[in-house]
């Protein structure tokens, strides 16, 4: 085990995997997180990816809101309908269909992504509960977009210093969940349009670069086509999206898992959609736009 310093006490973690990630021990959120807690999180967080708070039994979900407001001011979803009644910050992610409809967003990415990434300020991060999940499968995987980048070859590193992709909500919406979500309504797609992010993205608190691009709502390199595009993203994801950076958390009834938009990707694995149950809370805490690694 590690213990993480800050000022005035330290966390006791272990790690997840080589890879990226830690176990928070000893630390129930349901009792509250001091300043000092606080600080050695974020500081956690911003070197290691992902964070795991394991047999959070007792977080209710106003403890989940509270603590969430605790890393930054939240972030509402689009999906307004799937938003946890009476507490619209709680973003609600289940397969569950309860009086014909489902409770939640479901059918999520099975495409690596980061959440929000398509806003002029993307997430700093999310924090997801677990309630319930199936007995196999169902997983989620991560990416470390810092060692992603860190293993390019210097030649790609030139080429995309200084480049911006164009991502586009509302065009990967209709060419992923056409027929199996709502169509999304004029007023959602306003609040969402395309807009130009680095591709190289330099984190605020570690002052790491990380590789800001993704499979999902990225249409373009700006000042390229689609077509000229997509032979070199499909290149970059091939190399990034390996296991060679990956995480993949298996869910106990309740996790805790806190991960860093900033520098990571991630998706769901497949899961007996139909016969099993999958129940997640998440809060999106709101992050900055970014700012290019120069």
Known sequence: MVAVQSSSTSLTTSPLSPVMGMRVHDLDLADGVSDSQLAAIRA???????????????LSPGGHIDFS?????????????????????????????????HIGAHNGSKTYHSDLAYLPEPSMGSVFRCLECPPEGGETAFINMFAAYAALPDERKAWLAGRSVVFDYAWDYQRRYEGIRPPLTEAQKAR??????PCVRRHPESDKPALFISPTWV????????????????????????????????????DVLIWDNRSTMHRVCPYDNEGTRRLMHRTTVKGDAPVAWA
């Open 219 to 254: 249409r373009a390199f700006s000042g390229m086509s689609d077509e000229d595009s997509q032979p070199i993203l499909e290149e970059l994801l091939e190399f990034a999206c390996g296991d060679r950076f990956a995480y993949y958390h298996s869910w106990t009834p309740g």
């Open 192 to 197: 969402v349009p395309a807009l130009e992010q």
């Open 44 to 58: 956690a967080l911003s070197e290691h990816c992902i964070l795991l708070f394991p047999a959070q039994h007792r």
């Open 69 to 101: 407001r605790q890393l930054g001011e939240l972030e509402n979803h689009v999906l307004k309908d799937f938003c946890l009644p009476g507490h619209p910050e709680i973003f609600v992610v289940s397969n569950i269909v309860e009086n014909g409809r």
